[in-house]
C-alpha cells in the first residue's frame, strides 16, 4: 500500500470518528434538554401541589431561591466601595529591592 493509500485510509477513519463523536455530542446535547424538561415539568408540578416529595423539596427551593434572585432589582454598590477598590488596583506596587 502506497503513502497516499495510507493518508486516504487513515482520513476516512479520522472522518468516521468524527460522524460517530459528533453523534454521541447530539446525543448527550438530547439528553441534558430532555433533563431539562423533566425538571421544569417536575418543578411545575411541585408549585400546583400535583407533585410531593421530601427529596425534590430542597432542589425546588433552590430554583425558587433562584428566580427570586433573577426577578429583584439590582441594587447598586455603595460609590465609596468600588472607588476605593479601583484606586488601590490602579495604583502599581514599587520593584523589589535587590538584596546583597
Known amino acids: 500500500m502506497g503513502l497516499l493509500d495510507q493518508v486516504k485510509a487513515a482520513a476516512e477513519q479520522a472522518a468516521i470518528k468524527a460522524k460517530e463523536t459528533a453523534g454521541q455530542l447530539q446525543t448527550k ?7 431539562s424538561e423533566l425538571g421544569q415539568k417536575t418543578f411545575d408540578l411541585i408549585e400546583t401541589g400535583e407533585v410531593s416529595a421530601p427529596a425534590l423539596e430542597p432542589l425546588a427551593e433552590r430554583v425558587r431561591a433562584l428566580k427570586a434572585q433573577l426577578e429583584a432589582p439590582e441594587t447598586p454598590e455603595p460609590a465609596g466601595a468600588t472607588t ?9 506596587e514599587p520593584p523589589a529591592t535587590p538584596t546583597v
Open 84 to 92: 476605593a477598590a479601583s484606586a488601590s488596583d490602579d495604583t502599581p
Open 29 to 35: 446535547r438530547e439528553l441534558g434538554q430532555a433533563h
